[in-house]
T-cell receptor
Framework: NAGVTQTPKFQVLKTGQSMTLQCAQD?????MSWYRQDPGMGLRLIHYSVGAGITDQGEVPNGYNVSRSTTEDFPLRLLSAAPSQTSVYFC??????????????FGAGTRLSVL | LAKTTQPISMDSYEGQEVNITCSHNNIATNDYITWYQQFPSQGPRFIIQGYKTKVTNEVASLFIPADRKSSTLSLPRVSLSDTAVYYC????????????FGTGTQLKVEL
């Protein structure tokens, strides 16, 4: 059972470049979410989805886009990368009923550097 | 959003009980309290969750006082493998899926 799979594990971008961070889960979870983790800070919610076709903003959504066409996949897009987006990104999935109420299963993360 | 505060770091020895407290003074009625463990280069992993009073599972206990303005994660008889960062999460089950992770407590366990 793979759980939550994130690709790539590492990525280096130049300012202004675009890229998509991939996230897939095989647990048939309704909820999926993206977080960023910066040194000395906790995880901050970027965007989340409560089901296919439904997404919403979290605490720090600016500069990121998401869509959810299937239950399994929830990609995160950076349209024009900025150095401030250098971070470690985590994808998570959970059952329905609320992000905070249910156990979230996290991927291993993508370490992104924007030069 | 509830604001959370945790100690930055704690040190312990194998076999001791470790208590990590998270302060969340403005917790809302609908908020749950959850603790996660994170090892280097891995995503966080669920430890325990509670709403009030005491919750215990096979790895930890969670103590929540009546006013719910803080919570304490208790790890009994820690071992070297418990060296990790521990995060408390406070979040609403109501509309909007608002949640706040603490900044994490680095626990170091030594022989």
């Amino acid at each position: 059972n793979a759980g939550v799979t994130q690709t790539p594990k590492f990525q280096v971008l130049k300012t202004g470049q675009s890229m998509t961070l991939q996230c897939a889960q095989d647990m048939n979870h309704e909820y999926m979410s993206w977080y960023r983790q910066d040194p000395g800070m906790g995880l901050r919610l970027i965007h989340y989805s409560v089901g296919a076709g439904i997404t919403d903003q979290g605490e720090v959504p600016n500069g990121y886009n998401v869509s959810r066409s299937t239950t399994e996949d929830f990609p995160l897009r950076l349209l024009s990368a900025a150095p401030s987006q250098t971070s470690v990104y985590f994808c998570a999935s959970s059952r329905g009923g609320g992000l905070a109420k249910n156990i979230q299963y996290f991927g291993a993360g993508t370490r992104l550097s924007v030069l | 959003l509830a604001k959370t505060t945790q100690p930055i770091s704690m040190d312990s020895y194998e076999g001791q009980e470790v208590n990590i407290t998270c302060s969340h003074n403005n917790i809302a009625t609908n908020d749950y309290i959850t603790w996660y463990q994170q090892f280097p280069s891995q995503g966080p992993r669920f430890i325990i969750q509670g709403y009030k009073t005491k919750v215990t599972n096979e790895v930890a206990s969670l103590f929540i006082p009546a006013d719910r303005k803080s919570s304490t994660l208790s790890l009994p008889r820690v071992s070297l493998s418990d060296t990790a960062v521990y995060y408390c999460l406070v979040g609403s089950t109501g509309g909007g899926n608002k949640l706040t992770f603490g900044t994490g407590t680095q626990l170091k366990v030594e022989l």
